[in-house]
Structures are given as C-alpha cells and as structure tokens.
C-alpha cells in the first residue's frame, strides 16, 4: 500500500501548492485557465477512448450506469454533501464537486492506476504507483489552482479506490483481466469527456450521476471472461 498512500500525498501536497496560487489569479486569467484545463480533459479522455474494444459492454455500462445514478441521485447527494463539508470547514470554492469529480477520473481511472495497483499487490514494486505520484502532483497543482479545493478532497476516493485495487490485486488478481482493464480505461475516458464539455460550458451534463457505469462495466466484463460470451 506504500505506493498508494506516496500517491495520495503527492495530490494533498499538489493541491495545497495550486490553492496557494489561485489566490493571487485574476479573473480573465482564470477564465482562459479553465478553458485550457477543459481542453485538456478532453484531450486525455478522447486518448483513453482512442482504440476502444467491445464496443457494446460499454455502451451498456455507461447506460445502466447512468440510469442507476439517476434513479439514486447521486449527483444531488454529492452536491448536498459538499455544501456541508464548504460550511463545517469554511471553504468558498464555487466548483468543489467538480473539481473532485475531474480530480478523481484523472487520478484513478487509466491503465497506470490498475496496472500499477496489480503490480503491487501482487508482490512486486511500487515503481509505477511512484511515478503516478510524481504525475497526479503535478496535476493536482493546475487542476486545484483552477477548480479549488474539491482536488484536495479527492485524494480520499482515490485512497480508498487504489487501495482496493491493490488489495483485491493480492487477494484477487484473476479478476482484473486485460479485457476489464481496457473496458474501464475507455469508460473513465468516455466521462472525461463528458466532464470537459462541462468544464467548457458547452452544456452542463450530469457526470456524477453516470459514474455507476464504473461498477457496471467491471461486471459485465468479468460474466463475459467468466462464462467465455463471444460479443459480434
């Protein structure tokens, strides 16, 4: 769990770093600094997605996913609980679920995250887990100076997520197979998409309510790998 726990400091320290800078911003250098941060979760969702497989599981998944998070409300839920947690701590930051929402995908959906995890736990180094390090820090820097505290934040979901792929990778590593991991991957960049185009202000889309698909597309995958199902 050393890498997972390096991990999750480098995003405490990353984010404190880019709130101390926004601070000082002024607001026509936050605007274009917001869209330069839209434009590059695009990107990355759009390199996520690039060489998509199984085409129809995700759709699926993003689907289910969706209409379950709807049906539960999980995005007014998340806001509710942000609006509490800005008040008992006193934080003013406009866009705290966003910026937890975005700081999560980015930290903890993409091959490096699972691949690193399964290297771990399964006995092996933290090499890549300590180089992610290195990447979400820097990033945590650019995404907390614009969004705000809600990067901080998201170091918590990412501990808990990571160190569940590293112990279910001790206890489990038969189930993360290279099919689920692609399926994944191109999912978490289906919603980095989504959340670009809200960072962007193209139209406001209900992300947090499709990250069901998450847990979906993971059990689709594994009765597919489970029972040997042949999609067309």
Same mark, same amino acid.
């Given at each position: 769990m050393?890498?997972?726990?390096?991990?999750?400091?480098s995003v405490?320290?990353?984010?404190c770093?880019?709130l101390?800078?926004k601070?000082?911003m002024?607001e026509?250098?936050? +605007?274009?600094?917001?869209?330069?941060?839209g434009?590059?979760t695009?990107?990355?969702?759009?390199?996520?997605?690039?060489?998509?497989?199984?085409?129809?599981?995700?759709?699926?998944?993003?689907?289910t #996913?969706?209409i379950?998070g709807?049906?539960? @409300?999980?995005e007014?839920?998340?806001?509710?609980?942000?609006?509490?947690?800005?008040?008992?701590?006193h934080i003013?930051s406009?866009?705290f679920?966003?910026?937890? +929402?975005?700081?999560f995908?980015?930290?903890?959906?993409?091959a490096m995250t699972?691949?690193?995890a399964?290297?771990?736990?399964?006995?092996g180094t933290?090499?890549?887990?300590?180089t992610k390090?290195?990447?979400? #820090?820097?990033?945590?820097?650019?995404?907390?100076?614009?969004?705000?505290?809600?990067?901080?934040?998201?170091?918590v979901?990412l501990?808990?997520?990571?160190?569940g792929?590293?112990?279910l990778?001790?206890?489990?590593s038969d189930?993360?197979t290279?099919?689920?991991i692609k399926a994944l991957?191109?999912?978490? #960049?289906i919603?980095?998409?989504?959340?670009?185009i809200n960072i962007l202000e193209?139209?406001?889309?209900?992300?947090? @309510?499709?990250?069901?698909?998450?847990v979906?597309?993971?059990i689709?995958?594994?009765?597919?790998?489970?029972?040997n199902?042949?999609?067309?």
């Amino acid at each position: 769990m050393i890498g997972t726990i390096v991990n999750t400091a480098s995003v405490i320290a990353g984010g404190c770093i880019g709130l101390m800078l926004k601070k000082g911003m002024p607001e026509r250098i936050k +605007t274009i600094y917001f869209q330069a941060v839209g434009i590059f979760t695009l990107a990355i969702g759009i390199s996520m997605v690039w060489n998509m497989e199984h085409i129809l599981v995700i759709v699926s998944s993003l689907v289910t #996913g969706a209409i379950l998070g709807e049906w539960w @409300n999980i995005e007014k839920s998340t806001e509710q609980l942000s609006e509490w947690t800005k008040k008992k701590l006193h934080i003013g930051s406009e866009k705290f679920s966003e910026g937890l +929402t975005t700081s999560f995908l980015l930290f903890c959906i993409g091959a490096m995250t699972i691949m690193g995890a399964i290297e771990e736990g399964t006995g092996g180094t933290s090499r890549l887990l300590f180089t992610k390090s290195v990447m979400d #820090g820097f990033s945590a820097v650019i995404l907390a100076s614009a969004f705000g505290a809600g990067v901080v934040f998201s170091a918590v979901p990412l501990l808990i997520f990571q160190g569940g792929l590293t112990l279910l990778a001790r206890y489990a590593s038969d189930l993360l197979t290279p099919e689920m991991i692609k399926a994944l991957t191109s999912l978490g #960049g289906i919603l980095l998409i989504g959340l670009g185009i809200n960072i962007l202000e193209i139209k406001k889309l209900r992300i947090m @309510n499709m990250l069901p698909a998450l847990v979906v597309v993971v059990i689709f995958m594994w009765i597919i790998v489970k029972f040997n199902i042949r999609l067309l």
